[in-house]
């Protein structure tokens, strides 16, 4: 098990850039009354629908926003029972508008999901008591921290399976687990092994998941619906080449709880899929770097309004296509 932080990097700058970055300015949002009311929200979507969903981790609060954005109202409060949010990791929302939210009750991963209509038809706890691998500040990132529901399955990255990506069912039952660890030199390390093939696992809507590993040097995967692998990319970019020329061998240890674990820090804060299939890649750094379906870097991209800095959350809007970001609660249209 393994403990990882978030380590803030000096920003690099665009000269010598490949291509040009695009800013990107805020075209809409939730309003500020919203906004001032939230403490520290860390997930922002939109379903088709056009109601907005926001996670707020503080609050132990998810609260819906009508399309305008300006009024909000709190659909799962604070506590430990079914129903109700406590150490809230994850929201995700299906194409349907149902969603499912991931909390850690008494120490233990749990997932409830609910339709649109925010009645509660699943809930269950996943075996073992949840250590946190991967964290910005004090977000968790991975196990069901990197919750991703489909309306049918959920995805979602547990490396110590043995596998890269893990789909399990509406009970919380493994369908298959994809995707070979990548090799890290420190494979007689299991905790550092581990914590260098974090990330997040991504489904298409033609059935493909992409997988962006958050830590180590950065990289990304494509699998096809039957989980063969298709084609592996590495991130580069003159904005990442301080970081990577700082990135360590060996790193330091922490004392939690009754063991020592590496302090790994991430190099991806966050990605996302936009309706066309390009893959979003938001970095330490404060950019995003934007891929084709075929892995092909096509842009890149800063989220000017976004406090200076890479999001923390992305989506894309399924009623606008537009891209949703936390800090902040800024839409942008992605084409800018």
Known sequence: MVWVVWVAIAPATASGAAQATTILRPSGGLSQQVCDALIEPITLTQGSDGRYLLLDRRAHTVYAVDRTGARL???????????????????????????????????????????????????????????????????????????????????????ESGALISELDLNGDPIRHFGTLRPTGHEADRNVHLALNLGLALPGRDGSVTFVFQTGVPQFRKYDATGAFL??????????????????????????????????????????????????????????????????????????????????????????????????????????
């Open 73 to 159: 109202t709190t659909i799962l409060a604070a506590g430990i029972q079914k129903g109700e949010v406590l150490q809230p990791a994850a929201l995700s929302l299906a194409p349907d508008n149902a969603y499912a939210i991931s909390d850690a009750p008494f120490g233990q991963e749990r997932i409830q999901v609910y339709t649109s209509a925010d009645s509660q038809i699943r809930a269950f706890l996943r075996p073992g008591l949840t250590t946190p691998r991967l964290t910005m500040g004090s977000l968790i990132l991975n196990g069901v921290g990197s919750l991703q529901f489909t309306g049918a399955s959920f995805f979602i990255n547990a490396p």
């Open 231 to 336: 084609f592996e990319r590495h991130i580069e970019g003159s904005q990442l080449d301080p970081y990577l020329q700082l990135l360590p061998t060996i790193w330091p240890t922490r004392k939690i709880g009754d063991g020592t674990y590496p302090v790994v820090p991430p190099t991806v804060r966050t990605a996302a899929l936009d309706a066309a299939g390009n893959l979003w890649v938001s970095l330490v750094a404060p950019f995003t770097y934007v891929y084709d379906a075929r892995g092909d870097r096509v842009r890149t991209v800063q989220f000017d309004g976004a406090g200076g800095s890479s999001p923390s959350s992305l989506s894309f809007s399924r009623a606008t296509g537009r891209a949703l970001v936390l800090p902040g609660c800024y839409e942008y249209d992605p084409n800018g």
